[in-house]
């Protein structure tokens, strides 16, 4: 069966770093378009970084220089380096991966103070 699970959710002050950790079963991140989403309370869940099987990543704006993806294939796990957090940082993290639909960890929250 598909599963992705996450760690890496911490209370960090304003300006540390936290790597997120997902690791997968059921599928290979190498051969999977995969990424990284969350929800900052009040707001709907938003894409924060994305990796192809290319290698070709995306951010989205809020988080470029500060946020890097990146994937471990001899443990099938995806890592989100976050540098200078920021207290609108504060969220729910999940990782996220496409194999024949859109699979999804349980969540890890972030929270910046």
């Known amino acids: 069966h598909v599963q992705l699970v996450e760690s890496g959710g911490v209370s960090v002050q304003a300006g540390g770093s936290q790597k997120l950790s997902c690791t997968a079963s059921?599928?290979?991140?190498?051969?999977?378009?995969s990424g990284w989403y969350r929800r900052a309370p009040g707001n709907e869940c938003e894409l924060v970084s994305s990796?192809?099987?290319?290698?070709?990543?995306y951010y989205a704006d809020i988080v470029k220089g500060r946020f890097t993806i990146s994937q471990d294939n001899a443990k099938n796990t995806m890592y989100l380096q976050m540098n200078s957090l920021k207290p609108d940082d504060t969220a729910v993290y999940y990782c996220?991966?496409?194999?024949?639909?859109?699979?999804w960890g349980q969540g890890t929250q972030v929270t910046v103070s």
């Open positions: 996220a991966a496409a194999v024949g639909g859109r699979y």
């Open positions: 059921g599928f290979t991140f190498d051969a999977t378009d």
């Open positions: 990796i192809s099987t290319n290698g070709s990543t």
